[in-house]
């Protein structure tokens, strides 16, 4: 069982997530439509890009929106949430390590104080991101089982992780469940909302050249939505 | 009944049936009939399958449903924060379900539809400027307003709209024959204080061809005689077409597409019929938008320009007095505290942000220009966006819409609001007859009008050639 989930699965999972997540790129990318989207991308790609480019920037740096701006501590949240996320099972030492085995490269590793702080951070925020959808009416009107789940997926391999690295438990099952819950997450990525990896740059620059090319980007004026 | 005689899937396009639906006193029996139309389900999701790509689709699909969209919504705060009227919210409980239901809605239920699509957004787009992922709720709205005005499902006044374009080629029953009728009585009206004045019609090859909002053929024509002395004193060369001088567009607010097009292309004919240099349009937000920013793509022109570069008339004015063309009087520069509605539609649509306040630099006394909070892109609609403003039956939701705006204003202390829209202007007029706060509105022109040093040659001479 560990043997295959982290031998054979990995490769399928692995190939999976790559396939599944470039045709949702490709399917975005050709269904966009000038004529229904009510944008010139061809004609007007300069500003286009450069409106992708703005619009994209501004909402991956912590704050750099107006909107970011308009809700502070949540945008701590957020951002501290996604850099654990994605940051800790890239550079994880342990993860590392595997990956030198069977593909023979590796990345630079991080501490495993910083790893587990980040672990930490995305189980805390995940606790805070599921309290925030129970106590806010504004959010609980848009919150279904659905959501939930997606943090749970989200956070159990983190959590797995944890449990498992601080001996609590059965070391052995701990690891295994922590493994399951790390191909989940990943093939979540896929057939998910989480989708929205790689779907958040794609919208943000779908939006990003609406606003480059119609809605002020070719009048001069810069508007940091 | 699958089909009432008013109420019904086909839009309107003769005189005929317009007078019928007109007839309808408050659409009474419109919405009788509303409530027996059967919705045609498949193709509902046929349209559905055909239109809604990639970003649409994306859109509804990866909502993180966070609420960051909440506070961004004037008609959230406005209704007391109900949570039904998170951007969010509302979009999922309209096309959201029709999507999740493959288009396999009741009558009922499209009637809900409606009353969300038109009472419950603007498409002011403000929204779409908070939420990370970048999803536009206005957009999302026009679109379910598109599927259910082809479902027989929008309200009275939209239907009507929409047919007043189709038979009429304007949103009023203004003949070519009325409107050149107007042009020359505001020539005629206006050429004792103002010798010389005239307003060229179908002059071909001019600088400027100028059009308007049919509202102000029918009901303000000195809305035109202001445009033509401003152009007088200006010295342009400039014309008027007899055809296609209406650039508004109900049928942007109705959700009538094929309307939009057709509309579009009667001025982009005027356009291509006079061949004048430029076009500058009226001072109004949605014109603007339907014939300028959107109306490129409904008439199929790939680069999203019209035929020829197309200003609003905030870009014209900024540009004159900017080369003294119209020269302010300093010691008529307003003196008491104004502020300035932005309008979303070229605004937060087109960026015209900096324009506007140019123009303000030339007409207001240092010191005087109070800003509203939040401003520029970021301003919140006048609450009678949309299409709000012209429904009666949505007319309790529009009041309690006036209420942010109102709130605005109040807070900049100003007693004069300069509103360079003619949707905002309309609400800002209504604000203060539904809660006086004691202000007063006005649009750029007679502003300007009023303010401005007339050249000598331009004014009327006494018998002797003296001047008056
Ligand atoms: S801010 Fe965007 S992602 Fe969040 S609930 Fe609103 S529309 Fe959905
Ligand atoms: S477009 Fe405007 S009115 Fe509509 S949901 Fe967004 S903020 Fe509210
Ligand atoms: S009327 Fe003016 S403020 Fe209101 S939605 Fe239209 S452009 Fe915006």
Redesign the interface.
Same mark, same amino acid.
């Given at each position: 069982m560990y043997n295959f989930l982290t031998g054979p699965m990995v490769w399928i999972t692995f190939l999976v997530v790559v396939v599944g997540l470039t045709y949702h790129v490709v399917t975005y990318i050709r269904g966009l439509d000038w004529r229904l989207d009510r944008v010139g991308y061809r004609p007007n790609m300069q500003h286009g890009l450069k409106g992708a480019a703005r619009s994209i920037f501004f909402w991956i740096l912590p704050w750099g929106s107006h909107g970011w701006r308009a809700k502070p501590l949540f945008t701590l949240l957020f951002f501290s949430f996604h850099i654990g996320l994605l940051f800790t099972p890239i550079f994880l030492e342990a993860h590392n390590i595997m990956l030198k085995d069977s593909w023979g490269i590796r990345l630079p590793g991080i501490s495993a104080g910083l790893a587990d702080f980040l672990s930490w951070v995305v189980v805390i925020g995940g606790i805070f991101l599921i309290l925030r959808r129970i106590a806010y009416p504004e959010v609980r009107i848009l919150t279904s089982a659905y959501d939930y789940m997606l943090i749970v997926i989200a956070v159990s391999p983190f959590l797995t992780g944890l449990i498992a690295r601080y001996n609590v438990g059965n070391y052995d099952f701990w690891l295994l469940i922590h493994i399951i819950t790390g191909h989940v997450w990943l093939l979540s990525l896929v057939f998910t909302k989480l989708n929205h990896v790689v779907l958040f740059f794609l919208s943000r620059a779908q939006l990003g050249m609406d606003y480059g090319i119609k809605r002020g980007g070719m009048k001069g004026t810069q508007m940091t939505w | 009944m699958p089909e009432g005689i008013l109420c019904n899937k086909q839009p309107i396009v003769t005189d005929e049936q317009l007078k019928l639906t007109l007839g309808d006193k408050s659409g009474k029996q419109y919405y009788a009939e509303m409530e027996q139309l059967e919705v045609d389900t498949d193709k509902l999701w046929s349209t559905i399958q055909n239109?809604m !790509? @990639?970003?649409l689709?994306?859109?509804l %699909?990866? +909502?993180? !449903? +966070?609420?960051?969209c909440?506070? @961004?919504c004037f008609l959230?705060e406005c209704n007391d924060?109900d949570?039904?009227q998170?951007p @969010?919210?509302k979009i /999922?409980a309209t096309l959201g379900e029709i999507v999740k239901r493959k288009g396999k809605v009741d009558n009922a239920f499209m009637r809900k539809c409606m009353d969300i699509a038109w009472s419950w957004c603007t498409c002011c787009n403000r929204c779409? &400027?908070? +939420?990370? /992922?970048?999803?536009?709720m206005g957009v999302m709205f026009s679109y379910t307003r598109g599927l259910l005005f082809s479902q027989g499902f929008v309200p009275w006044e939209l239907k009507i709209g929409s047919g007043m374009h189709r038979v009429y080629k304007a949103q009023m029953d203004v003949t070519t024959e009325d409107w050149v009728d107007t042009c020359e009585w505001m020539a005629d009206e206006n050429s004792e204080e103002w010798p010389g004045l005239e307003i060229p019609v179908d002059k071909e090859d001019a600088d400027i061809m100028y059009t308007l909002n049919a509202r102000e053929a029918k009901h303000y024509p000195e809305d035109i005689a202001e445009a033509a002395i401003l152009f007088h004193v200006a010295g342009e060369n400039w014309t008027v077409p007899s055809e296609g001088w209406e650039q508004t567009s109900l049928t942007i607010f109705a959700g009538d597409w094929e309307g939009c097009k057709q509309q579009v292309l009667h001025v982009y004919d005027a356009i291509e019929r006079l061949r004048p240099k430029r076009v500058v349009g009226t001072e109004c937000g949605h014109a603007h938008r339907a014939t300028v920013?959107?109306g490129?793509?409904?008439a199929?022109?790939?680069?999203? &320009?019209p035929p020829r570069p197309y200003i609003h008339y905030v870009e014209w004015l900024a540009e004159m007095l900017r080369t003294g063309r119209i020269k302010i009087d300093p010691a008529k520069r307003i003196k008491e505290p104004v502020t300035l509605q932005d309008s979303c539609n070229y605004v937060? %649509? &087109?960026?015209? !942000? %900096?324009i506007t306040r140019e123009i303000m630099s030339y007409l207001v006394e240092p010191g005087y220009f109070v800003e509203m909070a939040p401003n520029k892109?970021?301003n919140y609609c006048c609450g009678g966006g949309g299409g709000f403003n012209g429904i009666g039956k949505y007319r309790p939701q529009r009041n309690i819409a006036l209420l942010k705006k109102r709130e605005q204003i109040l807070a900049t202390g100003c007693k004069l609001v300069v509103a360079p829209c003619h949707n905002c202007w309309d609400a800002i007029r209504d604000l203060e007859e539904e809660y006086p706060i004691g202000i007063r509105w006005s649009f750029l022109k007679p502003l300007v009008i009023k303010m401005m040093i007339v050249p000598d040659h331009l004014k009327p001479q006494d018998e002797e050639g003296e001047e008056e």
């Open positions: - | 239109t !790509k @990639s970003r689709k994306t859109w %699909n990866i +909502c993180a !449903k +966070c609420g960051l909440a506070d @961004s959230y924060r949570p039904r998170v @969010s919210a /999922h779409g &400027q908070f +939420c990370p /992922h970048g999803i536009d920013i959107e490129p793509y409904w199929g022109r790939e680069d999203g &320009q937060r %649509n &087109q960026g015209l !942000k %900096n892109e970021y």
